[in-house]
Nanobody
Framework: QVPLVESGGGLVQAGGSLRLSCAAY????????MAWFRQAPGKERNFAAG????????YYADSVKGRFTISRDNAKNTVYLQMNSLKPEDTAVYYC???????????????WGPGTQVTVSS
């Protein structure tokens, strides 16, 4: 496991934008990929976006494709999630995760941040 710290959540109106950041304080073979998951109250934790450190390959859930962009800064060990055209249904706690590869399955990932709240008002 590696320590992960998210930042950048907050309250925004529908149609607005936010950028989340996730700083990883170490990188190992078992954390070759990073992802963002989100969990709304009373619902399961769902995959939103993922990226591989090595080649920057990106992956998105259909619900965010075209609106969210995941990127990385290898020098800073930091991953970003740019969220545009936000909708009320994007409201959730957003979690950063690290693991050996990108999948939509939370159990693939061995490190998790504490989460950051994103609230989109209508």
């Amino acid at each position: 496991q590696v320590p992960l710290v998210e930042s950048g959540g907050g309250l925004v109106q529908a149609g607005g934008s936010l950028r989340l950041s996730c700083a990883a304080y170490a990188r190992t073979f078992s954390t070759s990929a990073m992802a963002w998951f989100r969990q709304a109250p009373g619902k399961e934790r769902n995959f939103a976006a993922g990226i591989k450190w090595s080649d920057g390959g990106t992956y998105y859930a259909d619900s965010v494709k075209g609106r969210f962009t995941i990127s990385r800064d290898n020098a800073k060990n930091t991953v970003y999630l740019q969220m545009n055209s936000l909708k009320p249904e994007d409201t959730a706690v957003y979690y950063c995760a690290a693991g050996p590869t990108v999948t939509a399955t939370p159990s693939t990932f061995n490190s998790w941040g504490p989460g950051t709240q994103v609230t989109v008002s209508s």
